[in-house]
């Protein structure tokens, strides 16, 4: 069984992101889970998301720069942080 992670832009316009955690067997998804933010421009994209899905008893840190590099660029850039 593996984990795969997600990140779910479709409500950015309204200032929420969403990451998916989903349990993998055999290439099926077993179960998903979602943990959600608001962000704006105040929001540090460099500092790892704090994610902690319910059941979960630890925070699993984000980082949308190693794993989901486009939309770090996107995040960046949409709410001008670009240098």
Do not use: H
């Not at 779910?8 to 179960?31: C, H, M, P």
């Amino acid at each position: 069984m593996e984990t795969k992670y997600e990140l779910n832009l479709g409500e950015i316009e309204r200032g929420s992101l969403a990451v998916i955690k989903s349990l993998v067997f055999e290439g099926e998804v077993l179960k998903s889970k979602v943990w959600r933010m608001t962000v704006n421009s105040e929001t540090d994209f460099d500092a790892p998301l704090p994610c902690m899905w319910e059941g979960d008893t630890e925070i699993t840190p984000i980082s949308l720069a190693e794993m989901f590099p486009a939309e770090y660029d996107y995040l960046k850039a949409k709410f001008g942080q670009v240098a």
